[in-house]
């Protein structure tokens, strides 16, 4: 209801949430750039395969703005399900962008599949659960390569939003 409410999320269709269903990285940048407050892009990406469509000047603002990087140079795959460490590498770097200090950090040693983190995603995973913003499928596990759901983003972006609402060097 929050992420709906607040015009973050919209649905499937007009009678579908779908929390079950896999987040793509399109969908993923199209919600932060609602949160930014569509702020238009100023110039183009090198991703030849941004269809004209709803997440196109998400994507291209997110690029300009060092948000996300393609899985190539000429590739975002904006139809392709995010992965969890994808999500939270790239939430870390939205959040830098706007000016929080993501000075939060916290030790991943309770998850026992830390080690599958990738390199990239160590310091945005940190901040994340340090943040409280994410915690594990389990307490013990991260799950960084499996594909982030509708559900799990719904709700880290309510943790989001709400830190970023309470904090108060954040204007």
Do not use: H
Not at 48 to 67: F, H, I, M, P, S
Not at 97 to 120: F, K, P
Not at 121 to 134: D, H, K, M
């Amino acid at each position: 209801e929050f992420v709906y409410e607040n015009q973050l999320f919209y649905g499937t269709s007009d009678t579908e949430f779908s929390p079950n269903s896999s987040m793509t990285r399109g969908m993923l940048v199209s919600v932060l750039w609602r949160q930014a407050g569509l702020p238009e892009p100023s110039g183009s990406s090198p991703f030849t395969d941004l269809k004209e469509g709803w997440y196109r000047d998400a994507v291209q603002w997110a690029y300009e703005n060092e948000v996300v990087y393609g899985v190539s140079e000429t590739s975002f795959a904006p139809d392709q399900s995010v992965t969890r460490e994808q999500m939270v590498a790239i939430l870390y770097r939205y959040a830098r962008n706007i000016g929080y200090a993501c000075s939060e950090s916290n030790s991943l040693n309770a998850y026992t599949d830390r080690g599958a983190v990738a390199s990239y995603a160590q310091p945005a995973f940190r901040w994340a659960v340090g943040a409280g913003v994410i915690s594990g499928v389990s307490s013990t596990r991260l799950d960084p390569a499996s594909t982030a759901t509708r559900a799990q983003v719904a709700s880290i972006m309510m943790r989001f939003v709400t830190l970023m609402d309470d904090d108060p060097n954040n204007d």
